[in-house]
């Protein structure tokens, strides 16, 4: 049986190198896919998820298993990614003086994405790379902090104690946070809502796949 | 249940993460409120957005670049760690103890080589001094007498 995060983080405080190896295997994609979503920069995210894999080493020795690695690990990663967000608006603030930003730098990333698909056709293809574009925005302009929550809440299912914790906020604070969120991302994606005609109003009770 | 209540419930409803009680209560107020129901689709409906956006892969270097962090970490110093002494200094101080005791034995060494050479005399002085033969003979002071006595001549 698979050891438990906790245990793992024991083991290399313990001193034991493999166990953190598989911490790393465990959490680099997670790590690296929700600092992506909130620095918007695949570079910028890779560095920082090493940098949240490094503070949790340096912290091994004084590991105590409190609360679930993964609202320790989230939280790390939380703290850097809001920082390395307001450094970033600091510094767009000053170049936007003299250049207006124009170019979308992480579209690239996506793209190459894309091309492994083999989409059947190029309409098809250009229709869909519209449609996350406009998904991707409308994640990327919300505020961080409910850029944070509704990324460690879809994608990290973690559940809203934990989330909380690592916004170090309320529960309720948080379920606000979120409901405020998802009223943004339902204004933004109205016209991707409205294609969706299992969504549309009337009574619906699965989800559509 | 009012509207204002359900905003708070209705992304965990819309995640399955509410109590089976709340749900139920949840589904009343939905059965006869438009707006709340439209607003449970449309969440739903953005979930499933979220869903289209792909996920990125960690480029091949990532975990060589962790481990490389890692080892380049000092290793942490603590308040005591300056009682420990490291190993140059430790090699040092050894050093420096093993050429004080040599010097010192070396340096004494010249001393004992003068007065042992005295001892054996000094033990022969009473079997000298109680030898017949010896007794016999002029006193030294007598003799040194007649010597002085012969220089002025």
């Known amino acids: ?209 | 249940m009012s509207c204002k209540r359900m905003e708070e419930r209705i992304l965990a409803y819309v995640d399955g993460r509410v109590k089976v009680s709340e749900r139920r209560e949840m589904e009343v107020h939905l059965a006869g409120c438009p707006a709340c129901r439209l607003r449970v689709n449309e969440f739903r409906a953005v979930t499933g957005l979220l869903d289209e956006l792909p996920q990125i892969e960690p480029s091949a270097a990532f975990d060589a670049r962790v481990h490389a962090r890692v080892a380049a970490e000092p290793t942490k110093q603590s308040w005591w760690a300056w009682f420990t002494p490291s190993p140059r200094v430790a090699f040092a101080a050894s050093l420096l103890l093993l050429a004080t005791v040599w010097i010192g034995m070396h340096s004494n060494s010249n001393q004992p080589a003068v007065t042992q050479e005295d001892i054996p005399v000094l033990e022969n002085y009473d079997v000298l001094s109680n030898f017949e033969p010896l007794t016999e003979l002029p006193q030294p002071l007598q003799a040194d007498e007649t010597g002085q006595q012969n220089q002025q001549m």
Not at chain 1, 8 to 36: C, H, I, T, W
Not at chain 1, 58 to 72: E, G, I, L, M, N
């Open chain 1, 1 to 209: 049986m698979a050891r438990s995060d906790v245990q793992l983080m024991l083991d290399v405080k313990a001193g034991d190198e493999q166990s953190f190896a598989l911490l790393l295997q465990r959490y680099r994609r997670p790590l690296v896919n929700f600092l992506y979503r909130m620095v918007r920069e695949r570079e910028e995210a890779e560095d920082l998820a090493q940098e949240v894999f490094l503070r949790v080493y340096r912290a091994r020795k004084d590991y105590v298993p409190s609360a679930k690695f993964t609202t320790w690990l989230f939280r790390i990663a939380t703290n850097l990614a809001l920082n390395s967000v307001r450094d970033h608006r600091y510094q767009r603030m000053e170049v936007s003086i003299d250049a207006p930003v124009t170019a979308d730098a992480e579209e690239a990333d996506e793209r190459t994405l894309d091309v492994a698909e083999k989409h059947p056709n190029i309409e098809q293809h250009l229709i869909e790379e519209a449609r996350r574009k406009m998904i991707r925005h409308a994640v990327e302009k919300l505020p961080e902090k409910q850029r944070a929550a509704v990324l460690l809440h879809k994608y990290q299912e973690l559940d809203y104690g934990e989330i909380a914790k690592i916004l170090q906020c309320s529960e309720s604070a948080l379920k606000s946070l979120l409901f405020r969120a998802y009223e943004t991302l339902r204004v933004e994606l109205a016209p991707l809502v409205a294609q969706e005609p299992k969504f549309s109003g009337g009574e619906e009770k699965g989800r559509q796949s």
